[in-house]
């Protein structure tokens, strides 16, 4: 799949380099495709394994991230105004973000239609970004959530101490593809990471697409969710019969502690002998139980097969 070639001009500005010439990157970093100290050499057996390297994985990442994870049908719904987006097409087009690897990153809480259809309605969809365009700068506040669509984008941090220096490098912290996500952080909580970016990039590393979503969108969407959760959590635990008695306050204190944990038919939750480190409340389904009973020699009688209970 190519990229797609439409664009919006006004969504895309803030990314963009200046027309007049100006630089978008701190002009004190240098981009380096390794981290050498001043004065530090590599010798030539290092620089061979390191050229090979980069070789190896650049192709596996160029490979990876030419993939369009969203079906032309998808597409066209998210280059629609928001108010022309209607629930059966942003179901269609949710279908194909179920296929995407970050929702496996995110909560629970965040991963179902409730949440992602109000999402959808109201995100951007940011096509035709070039290469090497720095979507996330250094110091400036995150704007939101940012899913990949196609093409790549390199995280990169610049340490602390080397800020001043003339010359500091960039080190990449992670190589992200096509179905990747990064910008502010969801937690079970309900509250989102919107911290300045402080010495970090989030560099374009091919002609990308984005389908962005404001901070204060999840905000406004997913809070209401995850306060609904909690309280449905609160009312879970006192049907139990060790937290019957508890008040509703004090539950609320403990119920951002839960995880929510899904098994399937015959898988092993905990091994008789191995250490308990967590509390388990069965939600749903059924639980079989089995506990192994292990009888001396000597007290085997005659007729009697070893079994469990």
Same mark, same amino acid.
């Given at each position: +799949?190519?990229?797609?070639?439409?664009?919006?001009?006004?969504? *895309?500005?803030?990314?963009?380099?200046?027309?007049?010439?100006? !630089?978008?990157?701190?002009?004190?970093? &240098?981009?380096?495709?390794?981290?050498?100290?001043?004065?530090?050499?590599?010798?030539? !057996?290092?620089?061979?394994? &390191?050229?090979?390297?980069?070789?190896?994985?650049?192709? %596996?990442?160029? $490979?990876?991230?030419?993939?369009? %994870?969203?079906?032309?049908?998808?597409?066209?719904?998210?280059?629609?105004?928001?108010?022309?987006?209607? &629930?059966?097409?942003?179901? $269609?087009?949710?279908?194909? *973000?179920?296929?995407?690897?970050? *929702?496996?990153?995110?909560?629970?809480? /965040?991963?179902?239609?409730?949440?992602?259809?109000?999402?959808?309605?109201? @995100?951007?969809?940011? #096509? $035709?970004?070039?290469?090497?365009?720095?979507?996330?700068?250094? +110091? =400036?506040?995150?704007?939101?959530?940012?899913?990949?669509?196609?093409?790549?984008?390199?995280? =990169?941090?610049?340490?602390?101490?080397?800020?001043?220096? #003339?010359?500091?490098?960039?080190? =990449?912290? @992670?190589?992200?593809?096509?179905?990747?996500?990064?910008?502010?952080?969801?937690?079970?909580?309900?509250?989102?990471?919107?911290?300045?970016?402080?010495?970090? /990039?989030?560099?374009t590393e091919a002609d990308t697409v984005l389908l962005s979503i404001s901070a204060d969108l999840c905000e406004r969407t997913l809070v209401p969710i995850v306060r609904a959760q909690l309280e449905n959590r609160v009312v879970v635990l006192k049907s139990t019969r060790l937290f019957a008695r508890w008040a509703d306050d004090d539950l609320r204190e403990i119920v951002p502690l839960l995880q929510v944990r899904r098994y399937r038919s015959?898988?092993?939750?905990?091994? &008789? $002998?191995?250490?308990?480190?967590? %509390?388990?409340? *069965?939600?749903?389904? =059924?639980?079989?139980?089995?506990? #192994?009973?292990?009888?001396?020699?000597?007290?085997?009688?005659?007729? /009697?097969?070893?079994?469990?209970?």
């Open positions: +799949g190519k990229p797609p070639q439409g664009t919006t001009r006004g969504k *895309l500005s803030r990314y963009l380099p200046d027309p007049s010439g100006g !630089a978008t990157a701190n002009p004190q970093v &240098q981009r380096k495709s390794r981290m050498v100290a001043p004065g530090q050499t590599e010798s030539s !057996a290092e620089m061979s394994a &390191q050229k090979l390297f980069d070789q190896i994985s650049g192709r %596996l990442f160029h $490979g990876a991230i030419s993939t369009m %994870l969203f079906q032309e049908e998808s597409m066209e719904v998210m280059r629609e105004l928001p108010a022309l987006r209607d &629930q059966e097409m942003l179901a $269609g087009v949710f279908k194909d *973000l179920q296929l995407m690897a970050f *929702l496996d990153t995110i909560p629970d809480s /965040y991963q179902g239609q409730e949440a992602w259809l109000p999402l959808l309605k109201h @995100a951007d969809l940011l #096509e $035709g970004i070039p290469e090497d365009i720095k979507v996330v700068k250094q +110091g =400036t506040p995150v704007e939101g959530l940012f899913v990949i669509v196609y093409g790549g984008v390199v995280a =990169t941090h610049v340490r602390d101490a080397e800020l001043h220096l #003339e010359g500091a490098f960039e080190q =990449t912290a @992670a190589r992200l593809k096509a179905g990747d996500c990064f910008g502010i952080t969801l937690t079970e909580k309900g509250s989102f990471s919107e911290a300045a970016s402080k010495y970090t /990039y989030a560099t015959n898988d092993l939750i905990v091994r &008789q $002998g191995e250490p308990a480190s967590d %509390l388990f409340i *069965l939600v749903r389904g =059924t639980c079989r139980v089995i506990k #192994e009973i292990h009888v001396p020699t000597s007290c085997v009688r005659r007729g /009697y097969v070893r079994t469990t209970a």
